[in-house]
């Protein structure tokens, strides 16, 4: 199970063109290529942070013109852009590599809490990242909610719940036993509940791709997780003088090192959350690296592991 960032797709500090994020769809999957030559059993899922952002700027900016769409419609939009360069991209790559799989992207609803706290907490980022100044003037213009996730970088949040059920497992996994590479529960899931009438009903939400990805890896029975983000590794007082790099720590360390606040909430929190999930339940190994780091991570000589 292969979790990939948003933000490999769309770089912090750039527009995001299509054209860029095509550019970098195509590096992310020289990265997963090496999966590929040694015939792991794939499935992808993605964030859309960035992409998702992007599209709710355009809903705000175009309101008096086109009527705007809501955050889950949104989700669902960007997993079939995102879906659809990461498949083009990979069936280009196999090609190159002379390889006979088939890559299949699926529209995946996920069913989430209409009552999780995040939707009177939202924690989840989405979009660019603005100056205290400039996210001031946002949140007063399109009353929106910023947090700071970077020192003087604020970027918008939106509730975030827990995936509670990934709809379509069964024939997910059905595809992942026969080798096609699938991707799916993209940007987390579209998130749906089950209303009153015992009907599915979509929510405003951006569900973590992280949680997604490790309840995902239960379903297809994935032995590892690969949680592909924006950094080699995770770090001990990431930011600080006294950062500090694991190279390797087992679940029960890790599980004490998040309960005490270490990791920071909306960004590398969830990725040790969802090790921790994946772990407990079925998975064998978790490897948190970034693009250019995963040949080497998975001869063990980058990225941090984590097992039981």
């Not at 890790?254 to 090790?275: H, M, R, T, V, W």
Request: glycine residues 10%; neutral net charge.
């Amino acid at each position: 199970m292969i979790a990939l960032g948003g933000n490999s797709l769309s770089r912090n500090g750039q527009t995001g063109t299509i054209q860029q994020q095509f550019e970098y769809t195509r590096d992310a999957l020289n990265g997963i290529s090496h999966f590929i030559e040694q015939d792991y059993n794939i499935c992808i899922n993605h964030g859309n942070g960035p992409q998702v952002g992007n599209e709710l700027i355009r809903m705000e900016l175009t309101q008096d013109i086109v009527p705007p769409l809501p955050l889950g419609v949104c989700v669902a939009g960007t997993q079939g852009t995102i879906g659809y360069m990461i498949q083009q991209s990979l069936q280009n790559k196999l090609r190159e590599m002379n390889k006979d799989r088939e890559v299949v992207s699926l529209i995946s609803q996920v069913i989430v809490n209409d009552d999780d706290p995040s939707f009177k907490e939202p924690t989840k980022y989405v979009g660019p990242r603005y100056s205290k100044i400039e996210s001031e003037k946002m949140a007063k213009k399109f009353n929106w909610i910023f947090k700071e996730q970077e020192k003087d970088k604020y970027r918008r949040v939106v509730p975030s719940p827990m995936p509670e059920y990934i709809m379509h497992g069964k024939s997910i996994k059905a595809l992942v036993d026969r080798g096609t590479i699938v991707i799916a529960s993209g940007g987390g899931g579209i998130p749906v509940y089950n209303n009153d009438a015992g009907k599915l009903e979509g929510l405003d939400a951006v569900i973590d791709k992280d949680y997604s990805a490790a309840k995902m890896g239960r379903i297809i029975r994935a032995q590892e997780l690969w949680i592909i983000t924006d950094i080699d590794n995770i770090y001990l007082n990431y930011g600080t003088d006294q950062q500090q790099k694991i190279d390797s720590i087992n679940r029960i360390d890790l599980e004490d090192l998040y309960n005490n606040g270490e990791f920071q909430k909306g960004s590398i929190g969830p990725k040790i959350k969802a090790a921790i999930h994946f772990l407990k339940h079925h998975g064998d190994k978790v490897k948190i690296t970034s693009i250019p780091c995963i040949k080497d991570a998975m001869n063990n000589l980058a990225g941090t592991e984590i097992r039981n």
